[in-house]
T-cell receptor
Framework: QQQVKQSPQSLIVQKGGIPIINCAYE??????FPWYQQFPGKGPALLIA?????SEKKEGRFTISFNKSAKQFSLHIMDSQPGDSATYFC???????????FGTGTKLQVIP | DAGVIQSPRHEVTEMGQEVTLRCKPI?????LFWYRQTMMRGLELLIY????????DSGMPEDRFSAKMPNASFSTLKIQPSEPRDSAVYFC????????????FGPGTRLLVL
């Protein structure tokens, strides 16, 4: 059962553009929503995370928007750079933060 | 800190052979996870341990797969016998409860079963 649905599967933007990656979840018990970034040949690494008690979180050029009623959250990358080219995974977990359910990933390419 | 260490980084084997993947978590972390990543299925959680005890192995595909964590600094994932459909990148990750459970991933083992 796919508990975290992620779209799009791939995304190409020009440098300076604002790619947006969307995720939707089903389990209302989820209470922690991290985003992971993965470069080719590397393991995923935590990028930014949000709790459902806030609607937005910013860290540098990365912003998570969270809509609890719609059970959706999204990642926005401001002023995207070629170095942001990577695969991005949304994820969700509940109580204890241990078992994390990952989305299917979005491969982002930022063209110079 | 050296981060999560996995070995080998690459493994090529023939169908039917036993494969053992190894992981050393970050010192002080008390949770350890094994994932498998493929193009078709994405990132799948196979099993995770808390304080060396297996908590959830529902993601282990079949009896050919087994995992152990004999102590806090070492874990193995074994596939016996291996099959071509086991070809994937296997990641180990560790985390520490109380720090919002951020998982730190190793570099992965790329397995090819011929």
């Amino acid at each position: 059962q796919q508990q975290v649905k992620q779209s799009p599967q791939s995304l190409i933007v020009q440098k300076g553009g604002i790619p947006i990656i969307n995720c939707a979840y089903e389990n209302t018990a989820f209470d922690y929503f991290p985003w992971y970034q993965q470069f080719p040949g590397k393991g995923p690494a935590l990028l930014i995370a949000i709790r459902p008690d806030v609607s937005e979180k910013k860290e540098g050029r990365f912003t998570i928007s969270f809509n609890k009623s719609a059970k959706q959250f999204s990642l926005h990358i401001m002023d995207s750079q070629p170095g942001d080219s990577a695969t991005y995974f949304c994820a969700a977990s509940k109580g204890g933060y241990q078992k994390v359910t990952f989305g299917t990933g979005t491969k982002l390419q930022v063209i110079p | 800190d050296a981060g999560v260490i996995q070995s080998p980084r690459h493994e090529v084997t023939e169908m039917g052979q036993e494969v053992t993947l190894r992981c050393k978590p970050i010192s002080g972390h008390n949770s350890l996870f094994w994932y498998r990543q493929t193009m078709m299925r994405g990132l799948e959680l196979l099993i995770y341990f808390n304080n060396n005890v297996p908590i959830d192995d529902s993601g282990m595909p079949e009896d050919r797969f087994s995992a152990k964590m004999p102590n806090a600094s070492f874990s193995t994932l074994k596939i016996q016998p291996s099959e071509p459909r086991d070809s994937a990148v296997y990641f180990c990750a560790s985390s520490s409860t109380g720090v919002e459970g951020t998982q730190y991933f190793g570099p992965g083992t790329r397995l090819l079963v011929l």
